[in-house]
């Protein structure tokens, strides 16, 4: 199938651990993205890299730290872990950049990681 | 720096009963783009329009967006429950943000 494949889907972990969420697609796009949604909903990006180079950083702390070896993955590894990191975080991927309007084609996002750290 | 906001935030409606979100935004947008995100899942595509006063139909779904290319707005004809969740505007300004979202709930 294509998609965007994100894993794991649950990550139940304590404060100050180190954790990883991976992120895969296969639909060929240019451009993928970190999304965090907090418990209101809010959609708020975080990073966003194309063809492996990071165009988008947010304000996000600098435990948090995106890798994208190839233009098919963006993980995303987070330091530190703190309560107010829970949250479900989105990947996200498009046909353009975030900064473009080849992003017309709309994103297709992951199904998402429900982050809860205790 | 650029808002989307997205009104009513919550929004009941008897099941048949008509629904609409509408999304402002503080800057001119290129495009807007809708979303809808079920209750445990995650946003999933559902339109773009790019011209300024440009209406889009899916099915009981219609979508405009404003001559002024600032605001938006999705309306939802006769409500099913499989219309719940929530909706998202995102557009593209100066970035491409998304909406603060309307949760919708259809009571059967």
């Known amino acids: 199938d294509t998609a965007v494949s994100q894993t794991p889907k649950y990550l139940v972990t304590q404060m100050g651990n180190d954790k990883s969420i991976k992120c895969e697609q296969n639909l060929g796009h240019d451009t993928m993205y970190w999304y965090k949604q907090d418990s209101k909903k809010f959609l708020k990006i975080m990073f966003s890299?194309?063809?492996?180079?990071?165009?988008i950083n947010e304000t996000v702390p600098n435990r948090f730290s995106p890798k994208s070896p190839d233009k098919a993955h963006l993980n995303l590894h987070i330091n530190s872990l703190e309560l107010g990191d829970s949250a479900v975080y989105f990947c996200?991927?498009?046909?353009?950049?975030?900064?473009?309007?080849?992003?017309?084609?709309?994103?297709?996002f992951g199904s998402g990681t429900r982050l809860t750290v205790v | 720096g650029q808002q989307v906001m997205q009104i009513p935030q919550y929004q009941h409606v008897q099941e048949g009963e008509d629904f609409t979100t509408y999304c402002n935004s503080s800057t001119t947008l290129s495009n807007i783009q809708w979303y809808k995100q079920r209750p445990g899942g995650h946003p999933v595509f559902l339109i773009q329009l790019v011209k300024s006063g440009e209406v889009k139909k899916q099915k009981r779904l219609t979508f405009q967006f404003g001559e002024a290319k600032k605001n938006s707005s999705l309306h939802i004809t006769a409500t099913q429950t499989t219309d719940v969740g929530t909706y998202f505007c995102a557009g593209l300004g100066n970035q491409f943000y998304f909406g603060t979202g309307t949760s919708l709930t259809v009571i059967p």
């Open positions: 996200a991927s498009s046909q353009g950049t975030g900064r473009s309007l080849l992003a017309n084609y709309g994103y297709t």
């Open positions: 890299y194309n063809n492996k180079e990071l165009i």
